[in-house]
């Protein structure tokens, strides 16, 4: 402050001792003329010197010094113009010339002051257009005040009058000098170097005034201390910006380059927390401008590096995308924004902090050599560390890739933990923020697998990860990168199997890219054999359930529902324990198939069973044992336990109808309730017995829960030995025939025989009723048929006509040709039901037009018993109709059956057919018969059924 305060009071000092010594300081004409002309040119070449090398060394002294000098060029012509006029003009001396240079040089200041304002306080300006304008003003205004100086006003006087015109302009330049002055010192316009050189300067400068408006006489020396008090100003505004602003700068910058060689060879980076610490001690502690430099990486937004004098600092607070964006924007390295540095290149931004503003060219040159000499000794150290990291990695990825095998057999031929240990491993080694495995089925256009790492599901969290998987599949190229990722993906059969990696800042290199590529390769096969080996177990449960459960109920079927049974029974019967059974059956399916169809009693049958696995313990093992049959194995249960277990279920399924076809369905069951070993030992006799009481028990109705019994097993066993005879005999086809007469109505004459099936069985002869569903049931039908008509051939001689059943189960060519061979031209009848004409009336009709072509008859027997109409009459070539029974027997005492039977004797007669009454029990039947114009009658008061022989030796 005190060499301040000294520097402004030496101009004044001057002042006031030349004003005071003022009476001493005339001088003569020419003396004086001498010394202001030898002060003008001094100052004149100061001027020119300072302005050339301004223009000349732009790169150096900057664009603001540039444009001062260029602009400065427009005060050079009148104070040049001042030179030549005092060197050439012989009344240079005199009072009016004296006023034509005062003009000149007044004009030489303002220019001057007009160059040190637009370049102090304009920021952006057209530097030529302006120097050629003012130059040319400059000029004009110049020759103007040469050749028309006697117009303008007076200006030299020899009285100091404040108030004279000169003196006014004079005040004018004297504060605008001091407060461009002010400016530059405070606002360091021209650098902190440079300023005070200028703004002293000016201050010399502006000291002009004062000496010019004190002075009284026409040669006094006042003038001649102004006018060199003015240039020692443009003396120093030069050698602030050659001497300091160029020459000092230049040999600091040198001895710190030097310096900095030194540091940096003995300079050791420790990494800390990954950032690379790198202290220089007394050189940036004693660096004029760098006060420490951060270095940050543009992928990852953070600090990797920090250089330091002897004291560190916190990291400055900047954001880097706006600095970076700023940077891209402008298409710049560098930045410099007040006393922070920004330096770009690469993948690395460096921040310096400034002691101080640099504006300077040759500072900023400097600066930049700083930045790319530290940028690259710090390089060094990160690439070293990048290359150790790089390899370790390769030495990662190969440990990686000898893994694979070990995570297969980890996995145990698991596709989902196989691919989920190599991804979170890829995602470890390339530093990735997530990968992605899946199968897409090109058949079904679904993801079949789909499988995230760890750290996908963290750093993912709301991705549209769909997006992603489309993309992929539709990219022509195996393998590419996207935005943000690099994926790999191959296709087999009816499969694409991919895999994904992603990071969300920066891009995966080539390496890595190869890496994903041979990784995903290995992935491929192995995925591809697990796929094939889990193809086959997938198969392989699948026939396991086909042969273990029910495809329709889903649960067991009946040989697995008997396995468990047996295997728990093992068991349980070491400890004593019970096993209680139960049976059930559907009510009345057969009856839903009939009015609603089979998928119906399908749907009844899935109903049933989804509310016996709803609502049975855990414990408990349900299978469906038959068509309409439930197989319940409840462990450690008693009988009475067992029975209460029955009854809540058929409440149960009671009370949950089922709609089917916009009806409502009230399912039922009938069940039976067994405990082993109490109710035997064997199995399979516990469990046939318990069929047969549902099948056969007289006990059982809707919604019946019964107990097995001791009779039960009994009744069983009997039944049981009866059927194996009867099967016996009808595999040994012990067949004989019974006849039944049919005569005529009106005469009595004999038509021929109803030929009757009996079956042997033992000692006893069993009538058609009561084994005729066994042989059905068993295939045996068709047999005893072809039997009984060949001993009944056999035993019969004469013309009577012989009437046998025909089974529709048996009518196919086979059985029609064994007919008809047996016969061999013999009066024979085959009488066929009305159902059994129904269903069958194509087969039928070709059938009977064969063997009528062989003289066999046929009739249609118990008409009205089926369905019931006269339709078929006209359709089936028969010879006789058989009226049902149940009309004839109760003929006397309904007019309905009366009127039926007499409909069906007008319909034979007139389609010409033949009609015979069956169940003809007495006379009075008879008697209406014959009115009704019935043709033949059979029935026990005609005949009863008898063996072949009694008919044969009663005929005779």
């Keep these: ?81 001042y030179i030549l006029y005092s060197v050439f003009s012989p009344d240079f001396i005199t009072p009016s010339a004296r006023d034509k240079m005062v003009y000149l040089y007044i004009l030489n200041r303002i220019f001057f002051l007009l160059a040190i304002y637009l370049v102090s306080f304009k920021e952006r300006i057209r530097a030529f257009l302006l120097t050629v304008l003012t130059s040319l003003l400059s000029i004009l205004f110049s020759f103007w005040i040469v050749l028309y100086y006697e117009h303008l006003p007076e200006l030299h006087l020899h009285t100091a009058d404040l108030l004279s015109l000169r003196n006014t302009i004079e005040l004018f330049l004297f504060f605008a000098f001091l407060l461009i002055a002010y400016y530059i010192h405070r606002k360091k316009s021209f650098g902190e170097e440079k300023s005070p050189y200028i703004s002293y300067g000016l201050y010399l400068h502006a000291m002009y005034s004062p000496f010019v408006i004190f002075y009284t006489e026409f040669y006094d020396g006042l003038i001649v201390v102004a006018t060199t008090m003015a240039y020692i100003g443009k003396f120093l505004i030069k050698w602030g910006v050659f001497k300091v602003g160029l020459l000092d700068i230049a040999v600091r910058i040198f001895k710190d380059a030097w310096n900095i060689a030194n540091y940096f060879r003995n300079a050791k980076p420790v990494r800390i927390d990954n950032i690379f610490y790198i202290p220089l001690g007394e050189y940036l502690n004693n660096h004029y401008f760098i006060e420490d430099i951060t270095v940050y990486s543009t992928k990852h937004k953070e600090p990797i590096a920090y250089i330091f004098g002897n004291l560190t600092h916190p990291f400055p607070e900047i954001n880097l995308d706006i600095v970076i964006n700023t940077l891209k924007a402008y298409s710049q390295k560098e930045m410099i924004l007040q006393h922070m540095c920004f330096y770009m290149e690469g993948n690395y931004i460096m921040v310096i902090r400034l002691k101080r503003s640099v504006s300077d060219p040759i500072s900023k040159l400097h600066l930049m050599n ?128 991919c895999l994904i990696t992603c990071k969300k800042e920066g891009d995966f290199n080539e390496g890595e890219f190869l890496f994903l590529k041979s990784v995903g390769n290995q992935l491929f096969h192995v995925v591809k054999l697990m796929k094939v080996i889990e193809d086959l177990k997938r198969e392989k449960e699948k026939v396991i359930f086909l042969t273990e459960y029910d495809s329709l109920t889903l649960t067991l ?11 728990l029974l093992l068991h349980y019967n070491k400890n004593g324990n019970l096993v209680s059974l139960i049976l059930a059956e559907l009510y009345n399916l057969d009856s839903i198939n009939s009015m609603y169809g089979y998928m119906a009693g399908n749907m009844l049958i899935k109903h049933v069973a989804n509310l016996l696995k709803k609502h049975l313990e855990h ?23 067992a029975f209460y277990i029955a009854e809540k279920l058929k409440s149960l399924i009671e009370e949950s109808p089922i709609f089917i076809q916009n009806s409502v369905i009230r399912a039922a ?34 919604g019946t829960v019964v107990k097995i019994q001791d009779k039960d097993q009994e009744e069983y066993k009997k039944a049981k030995a009866f ?28 038509l021929g025989y109803e030929v009757l099936m009996r079956l042997k069985v033992g000692d006893k002869l069993l009538p058609a009723s009561e084994f005729i569903a066994f042989a059905e049931k068993h295939g045996y039908l068709g047999k005893l048929d072809l039997e009984l008509v060949r001993k009944t051939i056999q035993s019969i001689k004469g013309d009577v006509l012989l009437f046998f059943n025909l089974s529709p189960l048996d009518i196919n060519r086979e059985h029609v040709n064994a ?53 078929y009459l006209k359709h089936i070539p028969c010879d006789f109709i058989k009226i049902d029974g149940e009309f004839v027997k109760s003929i006397l005492n309904s007019d309905v059956d009366r009127l039926f039977v007499e409909s069906v004797v007008k319909i034979a007669k007139a389609i010409g057919v033949k009609t015979i009454a069956e169940f003809v029990e007495n006379e009075e039947i008879l008697k209406v018969l014959r009115e009704i114009g019935v043709d033949y009658a059979q029935g026990y008061y005609i005949g009863k059924p008898a063996p072949i022989e009694e008919k044969i030796k009663y005929s005779e």
């Excluded at 301004?54 to 012509?77: A, D, E, H, M, R």
């Excluded at 893994?403 to 691919?419: C, G, K, P, R």
């Excluded at 079927?557 to 295997?567: A, D, E, G, V």
Aim: with cysteine; net charge negative.
């Design 370 to 497: 700083v930045q790319n000499l530290l940028l690259n000794f710090l390089l060094v150290y990160i690439r070293s560390e990048e290359l150790l990291e790089q390899k370790s990695r390769e030495l990662e990825r190969l440990y990686l890739l000898l893994e694979a095998s070990e995570y297969v057999l980890e996995a145990q031929n698991n596709i989902d933990t196989f691919s989920k240990q190599v991804i979170d491993r890829i995602d470890y080694i390339l530093k990735a923020d997530g990968s992605i495995f899946f199968m897409w089925n090109k058949n079904t256009d679904l993801v079949e697998k789909l499988v995230f790492s760890d750290i996908f599901l963290k750093n993912f969290s709301d991705y549209n990860y769909r997006n992603l998987v489309e993309y992929v599949l539709k990219a022509k190229d195996n393998f590419g990168k996207l935005k943000e990722c690099i994926y790999s993906k191959f296709e087999y059969e009816n499969y694409v199997v």
């Design 669 to 702: 069951i009938k069940q039976v309730v067994a405990t082993l070993p109490e109710d035997g030992t064997d199995v399979d006799d516990v469990l046939s017995t318990m069929e047969w009481i549902i099948k056969n028990s007289k006990e059982f109705a809707k």
């Design 819 to 871: 007919l008809i061979t047996l016969v061999n031209g013999k009066r024979v009848v085959f009488e066929l039901t009305e159902r059994e004409a129904v269903l069958n009336m194509v087969e039928l009709i070709e059938l009977i037009k064969r063997m009528k072509e062989k003289g066999i008859m046929f009739a249609i027997d118990d008409l009205g018993s089926g369905f019931s109409s006269f339709l």
């Design 557 to 567: 079927n009946r040989s697995s529902i008997l396995k468990r049974l047996k295997s």
């Design 1 to 81: 402050m005190k060499k301040v305060i000294t520097l402004l009071s030496l101009p004044i000092a001057i002042f006031l001792i030349s004003l005071a010594l003022h009476d001493h300081l005339l001088m003569e004409s020419t003396h004086f003329a001498h010394v202001m002309v030898s002060v003008k040119i001094t100052g004149l070449f100061l001027a020119f010197y300072l302005t050339f090398l301004l223009i000349i060394l732009k790169p150096f002294v900057g664009s603001q010094l540039y444009t001062f000098g260029l602009l400065n060029t427009s005060s050079l012509f009148p104070e040049l113009i």
């Design 619 to 641: 414990r408990s093992l349900l299978g469906r044992y038959s068509g309409d049959e439930f197989l319940i194995i409840l462990p450690n249960t008693t009988k009475e336990e």
């Design 723 to 750: 059927e194996r005879a009867i099967f016996e005999s009808i595999h040994n086809l012990e067949v004989y025939p019974y006849l039944q007469e049919i005569v005529s109505v009106k005469d009595g004459t004999l």
